[in-house]
């Protein structure tokens, strides 16, 4: 089965930035790896996609601060943030699904999930 492992949060001062990594080990390459993230109260939502053509997919609130990257293995996701807000202030998942789609879709129905990892930022 596959295991996710993120790595990299913490806090952040507003206009900052955050690298956030994630492993995937017990797999092949998956079809689909993205990042969703979630706020107290909130629901889950999706932040940004990468399939295994190297199609990405951003939510309109990271469009343009945030980037979505995997290494040549396609075992390590990676997600930089920069000029943070305080609204991307949330736990934050790595997702993979063995299915592709192009692009892949940013829905809360990946098959494989990380732990998350806590991104805070301050203003």
């Known amino acids: 089965q596959v295991q996710l492992v993120e790595s990299g949060g913490g806090s952040v001062q507003a206009g900052g930035s955050l690298r956030l990594s994630c492993a995937a080990s017990?797999?092949?390459?998956?079809?689909?790896m993205a990042w969703f993230r979630q706020a107290p109260g909130k629901e889950r939502e999706g932040v940004a996609s990468i399939s295994k053509y190297a199609i990405t997919n951003y939510a309109d609130p990271v469009k343009g601060r945030f980037t979505i990257s995997q290494d040549k293995d396609k075992n390590t996701l990676v997600l930089q943030m920069n000029s943070l807000t305080p609204e991307d202030t949330a736990m934050y998942y790595c997702a993979a699904d063995s299915i592709t789609q192009i692009p892949c879709r940013l829905r809360v129905d990946y098959k494989y999930w990380g732990q998350g990892i806590q991104v805070t930022v301050s203003s």
């Open positions: 017990g797999h092949s390459s998956s079809g689909c």
